[in-house]
């Protein structure tokens, strides 16, 4: 029998270096005597997110951090060879591919599937069957399953888009890579989460939830430990998420996308009808010409769909609070600041908020405040991008830690570095987060491009070219704050 | 209803169509503007516009509108104030049409007004474009490729009614300054250091900005007060720091509301976030300001603050006149005294950056030639500076740390004396080959070396009255230079070659504009030196090290892997008015 007044002892925090992609495997430990199931683990894992859109070097293989995944689920549970292992809980934070593509069979997923993989949480945008609302612990609204609608139309628009490109490759590349990160590939990774939450048990989360691991509400029991959810909001709470308001671009992104996807699978022109009633006599007047150029250009407007698609998906991101008593892990995915805003504005007193704010206010939460002041290890947003991490967020840590307090926050980032643009404005990671990162007092910063040698510059990397890390491990001390984190080359 | 047999009045929504009259909830702030006389046929379409009503989202269009008579000289306003309602103005097609064509022709009237003659655009076409429902998109851009301004507009949804780009008066202005930019400093496109694009942008924020504050009823309804006595306003509102609070921070609030909050937040920041002071040249300290469109803003806060300055210098009359006053004894003067001295003091200082145009090096533009172009511009038409424009201009862009490099332009015109051998005037004001022939005789004079060649890229005449009656004719020549390095020898040149290898080929620019007097004696020679000329100091080859650095590091690279000569950025993609901003919360 699980005991539910067991309390987690250590947890311990592992970044698999994927290359310009998320895996961090969290695992839960107890004191055997406290907590044993019915198997004898006296252990819990939780998956959030295992994805890539860059490796980390030549011959990287996703198989292979699934089997590393596995060996330390099973040495962790003291599970023999051969006996099934078992994930608990996977979080999948958004469906781009540097978040699941893990899970789709042409890269691990078989392998992550023998994990047995018991609760899937994701962010209710995801959600199959947006009319279905009694799934997921929100009710959706008309104004959310019209925004989960037009975000599955992203496939089809990437689908027709790359089209488009592929008669020119080598000019389109760049695009076409970015239209494959947003969505053609995922589709086998989103069925087996969905195969693995229907065997085992899903939710679809929003900001508001708290998930408790308790046996009973969910299937999954992990004493001790709680899920609060601070994102994505509904478009009740936020409707930048949306911009369904006039003067907001998005709604008229998403319809422009349909609108543009259709003109392009269906190599629409203008009939000569058109051509007729604006170019007088007879479609060869003045307005011909421009007509005749125009219809041909549809790139640029692509490229800027999907840009919005990209930043309309990262938004979607599962933003949350996995804690116990002691320790408080700040998950985000790859949120911007549209979904961040709802946070934001929980944990602005009233008298500071933006009196020309045009959205609906929540109201202050001092605990929720409290709380993200108080994180013990931060996995970095959107791989260390200058849109991931709020500025306010960093400012709170800031004005915390003047006070010379001891190391307190462990910070975590998962990213490659020359993947995404090159200016010092724009790249990914931002040089001027990173330099913020570094500099914040008592918080150490770690990432996972360190596991491996910069090719540029080999020197400065204190690991050998030939002797890759495979990810960095920290865990928890006696205060429920993480020591340092160390390069493992795990078993 | 013609006003003058020039010009004719059309009703123009004033600024944005979700911006109300005061005291109505229904009728969009219209007002009829003098706009030059055109045959106008369908379109309507004029000897330099032609707009063109296809929707290339829902591939379909509007038929030409018709706004004259059949012989095109008729043309009567249908929508008067009063005529139209914002129903009308959102929806009417022709209205829709006379909007932007209107606002497209007055914008290019301003500056062949200020330069003495027309302006041609860079496309091989005396014929710009508009499409005022062009793309699905709430935005806006110029695109030379396709000799067209194109609007975009925000879809029909359940919950909102479309709203056009095409009826906002600053995108309108914002958009055609491009094009007309773009016909008068074609290089301008060319890999430049950073200040190049972003003067682009701030041109064209600048021309939407200051053509918007030069209409009288505009500014009359910025600076309403309703606490003071109708028609009045407080002579304790005249303050600089007031009239921005209450003029310029209500434009701000009023642009692009129904579209997009990121030229709201532009003027915004450029009135308040640009630090007054050099510190935002500092890429480390903020590399924000490498981009385009917020280095715009550095700009566009020089002139704005010069603005509130001259205003609130052109009230001091009427506020020391003042006898009237309210109930409670407060100071009041006639509201629309006011209004007027702020539209007249937008107009000139409109009319003094158009000018400045033709004296701006054609290649390798930075923002302090950008102010010395303006003060040389105005001293020809305006040689006493009675209101003190100028010396409010340069203190305001020294503020900033932008400082003329050689405020007596005469200065660099030559070395030793000028050799005008065998040269009539009548050729050098219309021949190419002329204003080469006068290079080539003084190349050594002129500082060029004649072993890179040189291409003159246009040559013009204008003709220009200043306020006084004097009348200036001037002729313009302006020349360009392109070589093309290895990286390995750029070190020989004194450029610092941004550790690029050897091997990478390297586009450098050079150019200037001669400007000659009736009797054509040269004037001024303004010059970015491709290489240092001899005998002279390193200011040509700094600044090919910085551009390079700046290219570099940006990773502004050509497809082939060369700098200098190709950006790889999509044509339509560099002048899109309403862009994203990410706000405070990012890095």
């Not at chain 1, 309390?7 to 839960?28: H, K, M, N, S, W």
């Not at chain 1, 027709?160 to 592929?166: H, I, L, N, Q």
């Not at chain 2, 046929?41 to 004029?46: A, K, N, Q, T």
């Not at chain 2, 950025?569 to 560099?574: H, S, T, Y």
Request: aromatic residues 8%.
């Amino acid at each position: 029998m699980v005991n539910h007044a067991a309390t987690p002892e250590v947890i311990t925090a592992r970044a698999y270096d994927v290359g310009f992609g998320d895996c961090l495997l969290l695992t839960v430990h107890y004191d055997p005597a406290d907590l044993a199931d019915d198997t004898g683990r006296s252990v819990r894992h939780i998956l959030v997110d295992f994805g890539s859109t860059r490796y980390p070097y030549r011959g990287f293989k996703m198989t292979r951090v699934a089997d590393l995944i596995r060996d330390q689920i099973r040495h962790d549970a003291g599970i023999a060879v051969g006996a099934p292992p078992v994930l608990d809980v996977v979080i999948a934070t958004h469906r781009h591919k540097d978040h699941i593509s893990g899970f789709d069979e042409q890269f691990s997923g078989d392998e992550i599937a023998t994990l047995n993989p018991r609760f899937v949480i994701r962010p209710w945008p995801d959600h199959p069957d947006a009319t279905n609302a009694e799934r997921g612990p929100i009710r959706l609204t008309d104004a959310d399953r019209e925004f989960a609608h037009q975000l599955r139309g992203v496939d089809t628009f990437a689908r027709a888009a790359s089209e488009e490109f592929s008669h020119d490759r080598g000019r389109n590349e760049q695009t076409l890579h970015r239209l494959a990160d947003i969505g053609l590939a995922n589709a086998a990774a989103i069925s087996n989460l969905e195969r693995w939450a229907r065997r085992g048990h899903g939710e679809y989360v929003a900001a508001g939830d708290e998930v408790i691991f308790d046996g009973v509400a969910v299937p999954v029991d992990i004493p001790g430990v709680f899920f609060d959810v601070l994102g994505p909001p509904t478009i009740q709470q936020a409707p930048k998420l949306e911009r369904q308001r006039a003067n907001d671009q998005d709604e008229y992104w998403f319809r422009a996308a349909g609108q543009i996807s259709r003109e392009i699978a269906g190599a629409k022109r203008f009939s000569d009808d058109v051509y007729a009633r604006l170019a007088e006599p007879d479609g060869i007047g003045a307005a011909a010409w421009l007509m005749h150029k125009l219809e041909r250009r549809s790139v640029a407007q692509l490229l800027r769909i999907v840009q919005s698609f990209d930043d309309a998906l990262n938004n979607t991101s599962v933003v949350g609070i996995l804690r116990t008593d002691r320790t408080k892990i700040l998950i985000s995915g790859d949120a911007q600041i549209e979904n961040w805003q709802y946070t934001l504005d929980r944990i602005t007193p009233e008298d500071q908020r933006d009196a020309d704010a045009e959205r609906p206010m929540p109201d202050y939460d001092d605990n929720l405040r409290d709380a993200l002041i108080d994180v013990s290890l931060y996995k970095v947003g959107h791989h260390g991008s200058r849109n991931g991490t709020p500025k306010s967020l960093y400012g709170l840590w800031e004005s915390h830690d003047r006070n010379g307090r001891t190391q307190r926050l462990a910070i975590v980032n998962s990213t490659k570095p020359g993947v995404h643009s090159h200016t010092p404005t724009t790249a990914v990671p931002s040089p001027a987060l990173e330099a913020g990162l570094q500099d914040l007092k008592g918080a150490r910063y770690y990432s996972t491009q360190y596991l491996r040698p910069d090719p540029q510059d080999p020197d400065t990397n204190p690991y050998r070219i030939d002797d890759p890390h495979r990810s960095l491990v920290g865990a928890t001390t006696e205060t429920g704050r993480f020591g340092r984190f160390r390069p493992e080359t795990p078993y | 209803m013609s006003t003058d047999e020039h010009f004719v009045d059309m009703t123009v929504i004033v600024q944005d169509p979700s911006r109300t009259i005061a005291g109505t909830n229904d009728w969009p702030l219209t007002a009829p503007v003098r706009v030059p006389v055109d045959r106008l046929e369908p379109g309507p379409r004029s000897h330099r516009f032609h707009v063109v009503d296809i929707d290339l989202a829902e591939q379909t269009g509007i038929p030409p509108a018709v706004l004259a008579d059949d012989t095109g000289w008729a043309y009567v306003d249908r929508f008067r104030p009063g005529k139209v309602s914002k129903i009308t103005a959102l929806t009417n097609s022709e209205f829709i049409a006379q909007n932007v064509y209107a606002i497209a022709t007055r914008t290019l009237a301003v500056f062949e007004r200020g330069l003495g003659r027309r302006v041609p655009w860079a496309i091989p076409s005396p014929v710009l474009n508009l499409v005022p429902r062009a793309i699905a998109e709430a935005n806006a851009y110029y695109s030379r490729d396709d000799h067209a301004s194109l609007f975009g507009y925000t879809p029909d949804t359940a919950a909102t009614k479309r709203v056009l780009t095409s009826l906002s008066h600053d995108v309108i202005a914002h958009e055609v300054t491009h094009a007309i930019l773009d016909g008068l400093r074609p290089r301008f496109m060319e890999p430049g250091l950073p200040d190049q694009p972003a003067f682009h942008e701030a041109l064209a924020d600048l021309v939407a900005l200051l053509s918007v504050l030069a209409v009288q009823e505009l500014v009359d309804h910025l600076i309403v007060d309703p606490a003071a006595p109708d028609g009045y306003v407080y002579v304790s509102a005249l303050a600089p720091a007031k009239l921005r609070k209450n003029a310029l921070f209500t434009l701000a609030e009023q642009l692009g509301t129904a579209l997009h909050d990121g030229r709201k937040e532009a003027l915004r920041r450029s009135l308040e976030t640009v630090p007054r002071d050099p510190s935002w040249s500092d890429p480390e300290r903020h590399p924000e300001y490498l981009r385009p469109h917020r280095r715009a803003e550095v700009v566009v806060a020089a002139v704005m603050e010069a603005f509130l300055t001259i205003w609130s210098q052109r009230n001091e009359p009427y506020r020391n006149a003042s006898t009237q006053h309210d109930d409670a004894g407060h100071r009041v003067i006639d509201r629309g005294r006011v209004a007027e001295e702020g539209a007249k003091a937008a107009e000139h200082l409109l009319k003094m950056i158009v000018r400045a145009c033709d004296y701006l090096p054609p290649v390798e533009l930075e923002y302090a030639d950008v102010i010395e172009a303006i003060l040389v511009a105005d001293e020809v038409i305006v040689p006493d500076d009675r209101y003190d424009y100028r010396s409010t201009l340069l203190n305001s862009f020294a503020t900033f740390g932008i400082a003329p490099p050689d405020p007596n332009m005469t200065a660099n015109a030559h070395r030793g004396e000028l050799d005008y051998r065998f040269l009539t005037v009548t050729a050098l004001a219309t021949s190419h080959e002329e204003a080469y022939r006068f290079i080539w005789q003084n190349m050594h004079a002129l500082g060029l070396h004649s072993h890179i060649h040189v291409v003159v890229d246009r040559v013009i005449t204008t003709t220009r009255t200043g306020p006084y009656g004097l009348v200036v004719t001037e002729i313009v020549a302006d020349y360009s230079q392109a070589l093309d390095v290895p990286a390995g020898k750029l070190g020989a040149l004194g450029i610092d070659d941004s550790g690029l290898p050897a091997d990478t080929m390297v586009q450098l620019w050079g150019g200037g504009v001669l400007v000659f007097d009736q009797f054509g004696r040269l004037r001024q020679h303004k010059a970015k030196y491709i290489v240092d000329p001899d005998g002279t100091d390193n200011t040509a080859s700094d600044r090919q090290t910085r551009r390079l650095r700046y290219l570099v590091d940006n990773n502004l690279v050509g497809r082939d892997g060369s700098y200098g000569a190709s950006m790889n950025i999509p044509r339509g993609e560099r002048f899109t008015s309403l862009h994203t901003e990410e706000g405070d919360e990012s890095w």
